[in-house]
């Protein structure tokens, strides 16, 4: 009776020990590190796509959007260019308000005023030149 559970022990053990030697060497080989190592590869394959779809994606649209830009300012600039070749000179510009036209003409003709005003004035000579010597001229006359 010994003999046999001295054999089942045996049996038992060698049963454990398949067991518990599969598992180990199946967490510890080198083909199991690989299998890790496999995977985590791919999983980092797999986010550098879609970094990069994200990327062409980004770029995508700001291309579109620059293209938008640059159409609508080819088209302001047709359009301003339009406005200036155009011959009509009594018709104002659209960029300025009526408001503003009228404080330009109205500041146009003072100005006009104002420089008829002094050119009347030149007539007479300033006062370092009106014949006597005055100021830094003066000295310059008693040295000779």
């Known amino acids: 009776m010994s003999w046999i559970v001295g054999s089942l022990l045996v049996v ?52 579109k959007q620059l293209a938008d830009t640059q159409a609508k300012l080819q088209s302001y600039l047709n359009h301003s260019a339009d406005i200036l070749q155009r011959s009509d000179d009594d018709k104002p510009l659209p960029f300025f308000s009526e408001d503003t036209i009228r404080q330009l003409r109205v500041a146009n003709t003072v100005n006009r ?32």
């Not at 986010?47 to 649209?61: P, S």
């Not at 005023?113 to 300033?126: I, L, Q, Y």
């Open 113 to 144: 005023d104002s420089r008829s005003d002094k050119h009347d004035a030149g007539e007479h000579a300033p006062r370092d030149y009106a014949g006597s010597a005055s100021g830094l001229l003066k000295g310059e006359q008693k040295r000779k």
């Open 12 to 63: 038992a053990g060698m049963v454990l020990g398949f067991f518990l030697a599969r598992y180990w060497l199946q967490n510890h080989s080198d083909s199991s590190r690989l299998n890790d190592e496999v995977t985590q590869s791919k999983e980092q394959l797999a986010q550098y796509q879609r970094e990069v779809a994200e990327h062409f994606a980004t770029a995508n649209a700001l291309v």
